[in-house]
T-cell receptor, first 116, second 116 residues
């Protein structure tokens, strides 16, 4: 079985440009999570979806960030316009929900974003 | 409020010895799940072990065991017979159905260095 797939793996862009990160969760998983990891702030939950519906977006830094999940097999995280402080590793993770507290998250390999 | 606390930013252990990584948690939910993840220098997040709040026995997975002390709200990870490949960042996480959501709360991590 393929794990969580993220693309691109690396992204270098200039300040002010739009960045779109993509994620394909594991088939059958109905919870999807976007995290950001930096040395300074550690691992931060940005937003998560249950059954394609955003449940908690309180971690989204500001209006420049938006996330969508149009179907069960695809999600995007968009930053527009990007800023140097957005430089981080962005992880997508998925898990089963179904009331299952025992269901661990499976993480994608991450997208390393550098904004110059 | 739910919270995970990892008080050891960094730990050293001699190869082949055992090491305990501390984790304390706080939640008002009677049902919850506790997880440990490993993040090696390559960056991926790897699920290690799970403990449910109603589990009577401590979880074990190979060289990993979870020392679960419910009354103290602690869920320490024990790695036996440390190997050089165990050098990594370790995160403790909790999942609880607070307000009908099932998001994961992560600690700040402990960086383990195994010495030859």
């Amino acid at each position: 079985d393929a794990g969580v797939i993220q693309s691109p793996r690396h992204e270098v862009t200039e300040m002010g440009q739009e960045v779109t990160l993509r994620c394909k969760p594991i088939s059958g998983h109905n919870s999807l999570f976007w995290y950001r990891q930096t040395m300074m702030r550690g691992l931060e939950l940005l937003i998560y979806f249950n059954n394609n519906v955003p449940i908690d977006d309180s971690g989204m830094p500001e209006d420049r960030f938006s996330a969508k999940m149009p179907n069960a097999s695809f999600s995007t995280l968009k930053i527009q316009p990007s800023e140097p402080r957005d430089s981080a590793v962005y992880f997508c993770a998925s898990s089963r929900l179904a009331g299952g507290l025992s269901y661990e998250q499976y993480f994608g390999p991450g997208t390393r974003l550098t904004v110059t | 409020a739910q919270k995970i606390t990892q008080t050891q930013p960094g730990m050293f252990v001699q190869e082949k010895e055992a090491v305990t990584l501390d984790c304390t948690y706080d939640t008002s939910d009677p049902s919850y799940g506790l997880f440990w993840y490993k993040q090696p220098s390559s960056g991926e997040m790897i699920f290690l072990i799970y403990q449910g709040s109603y589990d009577q026995q401590n979880a074990t997975e190979g060289r990993y065991s979870l020392n679960f002390q419910k009354a103290r709200k602690s869920a320490n990870l024990v790695i036996s017979a440390s190997q050089l490949g165990d050098s990594a960042m370790y995160f403790c996480a909790m999942r609880a159905p607070t307000s009908g959501t099932y998001k994961y709360i992560f600690g700040t991590g402990t960086r383990l260095k195994v010495l030859a």
